[in-house]
């Protein structure tokens, strides 16, 4: 698989709690609530921005061509057809759910996963002083 383009960080652990911006179906369809960042000079997963995973696309937010850039990113992020990657929710909005399909949650488990995705965002916002 091609390696995504995507920042590494080292992101505190959830204690195997879902990160707030993805959910697991009881069909094991996994969604994933983004931010988008449309038009960057560079694609990749960035950090976390509220309670959102952000994703710069960068394709331009026109005649679809953005959604198409998100899908095409996390197919080829877990190794799945285009066709198992939908965006359910904001086609029209920078604020996106993202559901995939047919992964095979027996080669990732849920912890697997979440660690996997956690490991390639860094959090976005203002940080505390100490």
Do not use: Y
């Not at 560079?42 to 995973?53: A, F, I, N, T």
């Not at 359910?88 to 080669?107: C, F, H, M, N, Y």
Request: positive net charge; contains cysteine.
């Amino acid at each position: 698989m091609k390696q995504a383009n995507v920042k590494q960080a080292n992101v505190k652990k959830t204690g195997g709690k879902s990160p707030v911006w993805m959910d697991v179906a009881g069909d094991g369809t996994v969604l994933i609530h983004l931010a988008i960042q449309p038009g960057a000079r560079k694609s990749g997963l960035c950090g976390v921005h509220g309670d959102r995973l952000k994703l710069k696309v960068a394709s331009p937010p026109v005649d679809g061509k953005a959604n198409d850039s998100v899908v095409e990113f996390f197919a080829e992020f877990f190794d799945v057809a285009m066709r198992n990657v939908t965006i359910v929710r904001g086609q029209t909005s920078r604020q996106k759910t993202v559901a995939i399909t047919a992964l095979d949650l027996d080669e990732f488990s849920l912890g697997q996963l979440m660690e996997r995705l956690s490991s390639f965002v860094i959090p976005i916002g203002p940080t505390q002083s100490s």
